[in-house]
């Protein structure tokens, strides 16, 4: 038994220290949202080796609440992503502004063949 929980608890230092790295390289705010709630779970769960090696229930309180915040989070930035219609961080470059049709141009509004609102609204 003590093998299997020193192999988990490799693994849960492995999996921490890549997780440190998602966080700390990005490249955006959503995967360093993902890469922290993975990074509460996996010290969740190694606060539960240490607790199975050490015969301790006592730390079950605090990984219940980090379990919680690591929900918390996930949910707010949610919301927060579904509040700016999908989109995180600065989102897209704004359009340059159209200079307008130029006098003379025929390919703006008033060519030939082209209706235009006051056409429009003058037909029954």
């Not at 606060?47 to 240490?50: F, I, K, N, R, S």
């Not at 003379?104 to 029954?124: N, W, Y």
């Given at each position: ?5 020193a ?16 966080i700390?390289r ?10 922290t709630?993975?990074?509460?779970t996996?010290?969740a769960?190694s606060?539960?080796?240490?607790a199975?090696i050490n ?21 707010s930035?949610a ?24 006098d ?21």
């Open positions: 038994m003590d093998v299997v929980l192999i988990a608890g490799v693994m849960l230092v492995v999996a921490a220290s890549l997780t440190l790295i998602r700390v990005g490249p955006g705010p959503a995967d360093r949202v993902v890469a709630d993975v990074l509460i996996t010290v769960g606060l539960t080796v240490a199975a015969h301790d229930g006592s730390t079950l309180a605090v990984i219940v609440v980090l379990s919680l915040l690591a929900f918390a989070g996930t949910v930035m919301r927060f992503v579904a509040g700016r219609g999908g989109v995180v961080g600065p989102g897209p470059a704004a359009a340059p502004a159209s200079p307008g049709p130029v003379g141009d025929p390919t703006e509004g008033d060519a030939p063949g082209d209706a235009s609102a006051d056409d429009e609204e003058a037909r029954p």
